[in-house]
């Protein structure tokens, strides 16, 4: 079972993956994060910090999601464990098709060749959604900013989740990000428990 929690920056997605560790220990989950692969990771971070290129960028994220599956996904799923993953696919699909817009001439078709086939589908999306404007003010007290943190950058990676969401409702289960977390953290939980049944 492939469980993926995406969301913005500054959704919470770190704070509810860390505090799934705890609730979810009884079931020996294998927790793991895109970008942040074996070897390819620190490319990736340095690709990111550099805001050269965001074809640069989107092929190290495809790469290193690759790797990501090859290593890790694949080889625990195959053990029969829960994954459970910070950020996968629907982040490029989020964010790439934004800050591919007026360099591809059709990402959402590059995305979708590019992971048609041989990625896997995460058999339950937890997505958070609140308001950019609660987001970035989370975000404020961070030191390190990345590119991607800006209010009309964010709205339009929203706007691509929330679609994705609909496309796919039976996947994705939407969580109002503007809660506290030990809420959100108990809903989470929930959902998760509720669809390993
Ligand atoms: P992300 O991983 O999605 O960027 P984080 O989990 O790092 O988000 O959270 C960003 C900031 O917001 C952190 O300072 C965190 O403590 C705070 N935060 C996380 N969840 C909540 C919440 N539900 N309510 C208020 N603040 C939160
Ligand atoms: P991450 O380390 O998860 O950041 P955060 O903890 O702040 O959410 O991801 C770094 C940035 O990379 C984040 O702004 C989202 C972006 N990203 C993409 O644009 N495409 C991708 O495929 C992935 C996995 C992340």
């Known amino acids: 079972m492939l469980i993926t929690l995406e969301g913005i920056d500054g959704s919470g997605k770190s ?7 705890d609730r979810l220990a009884d079931l020996d989950p294998l927790f ?9 990771g620190d490319a990736v971070r340095r690709a990111i910090a550099a805001n050269d290129d965001p074809m640069v960028e989107a092929a190290l994220f495809v790469a290193d999601h690759a790797v990501h599956l090859a ?4 080889p625990a799923l195959a053990e029969g464990r829960i994954v459970i993953s910070d950020r996968y696919s629907d982040s490029r699909f989020a964010y790439q098709e934004v800050s591919l817009a007026n360099v591809h001439p059709n990402p959402h078709r590059w995305l ?21 404007t609660v987001a970035m003010s989370r975000l404020e007290e961070r030191t390190e900013q990345e590119h991607f943190e800006q209010q009309e950058f964010l709205e339009n990676v929203q ?5 994705r969401a609909a496309e796919d409702p039976e996947r994705f289960v939407l969580v109002d990000a503007d809660r506290d977390a030990e809420t959100i953290l108990d ?4 959902s998760i428990r509720a669809a390993l049944q």
């Open 112 to 132: 979708q060749e590019v992971h048609a086939g041989w990625s896997i589908r995460p058999d339950m999306t937890i997505l958070l959604v609140l308001p950019v």
């Open 187 to 190: 809903f989470a939980e929930k």
């Open 32 to 40: 793991t994060r895109e970008p942040g692969s074996p070897y390819l």
């Open 159 to 163: 706007k691509n989740y929330l679609a």
């Open 71 to 74: 290593d890790v996904v694949r």
């Open 15 to 21: 704070t509810l993956y860390n505090g799934l560790k």
